[in-house]
């Protein structure tokens, strides 16, 4: 079976902390993404990653950044946490293939930023 | 970002009813994938569609790859409690690595 985990899964944070979410998947995954799920819009990327050392921004990478320094594993930073960025966030990985890439999630990790 | 049209938003049924909710778009995609979410979970991959008029079950669930390829829809069959959660819709385009997501279907089963 397919498994992303994700390192936490509730993290309380105050506003102007730097956060880490870390990210891996077992799955020998090129691609890794990051969303985030807020009520009534739905999940939105962040960023996403085909490969080790390689990101593209998505529909909203402001006050993100992230890492890709092996291929298991793909982190998210939140340089200086702010009230706004209070969210769920997920993590996804696929194959890149021109054919069956379905994405699998992690369980999310619940982010509360004071 | 572009999102799909999902609907309905939410239902409630009784337990043992049938569930239809379907996603569209004004863009063609190659894959359809409907995932499943219970309450403070990542989502769950339910069916995976590549090839358009493909019809696809798993236990009581069945889906189907619209023939125009803008659409798809998702069927629950005698639904249960546990049938109870947020159905996403999901299409890839050709050529893109990323899923367009529609918003949801929020699911409750009354027993």
């Known amino acids: 079976d397919v498994k992303v985990t994700q390192s936490s899964r509730y993290l309380v944070k105050r506003t102007g902390e730097k956060v880490f979410l870390e990210c891996v998947q077992d799955?020998?995954?090129?691609?890794m993404f990051w969303y985030r799920q807020d009520p009534g819009l739905g999940l939105r990327l962040i960023y996403f990653?085909?490969?080790?050392?390689?990101?593209e921004k998505g529909d909203i990478p402001e006050g993100y950044s992230v890492s890709r320094e092996k291929k298991e594993r793909f982190s998210l930073i939140l340089e200086s946490a702010s009230t706004n960025q209070t969210s769920m966030y997920l993590c996804?990985?696929?194959?890149?293939?021109?054919?069956?890439?379905?994405?699998?999630f992690g369980p999310g990790t619940r982010l509360t930023v004071l | 970002g572009q999102q799909l049209n999902q609907s309905p938003q939410s239902m409630f049924i009784q337990e043992g009813e049938d569930v239809s909710m379907n996603c569209t778009s004004s863009s063609i995609f190659n894959t359809w994938l409907w995932y499943k979410q219970d309450p403070g979970e990542g989502p769950v991959l339910l069916i995976a569609?590549?090839?358009?008029?493909e019809l696809t079950s798993n236990g009581r669930l069945t889906a189907q790859f619209g023939i125009t390829r803008k659409d798809s829809f998702l069927n629950i069959s005698a639904s249960i409690p546990s049938d109870v959660g947020i159905y996403f819709c999901a299409g890839r385009k050709g050529g893109s690595e990323k899923l367009v997501f529609g918003k949801g279907t929020k699911l409750t089963v009354n027993p």
């Open positions: 569609l590549y090839k358009a008029g």
């Open positions: 990653s085909y490969d080790v050392k390689m990101k």
């Open positions: 799955m020998d995954h090129e691609n």
């Open positions: 996804a990985s696929s194959f890149r293939t021109s054919g069956y890439n379905e994405q699998f």
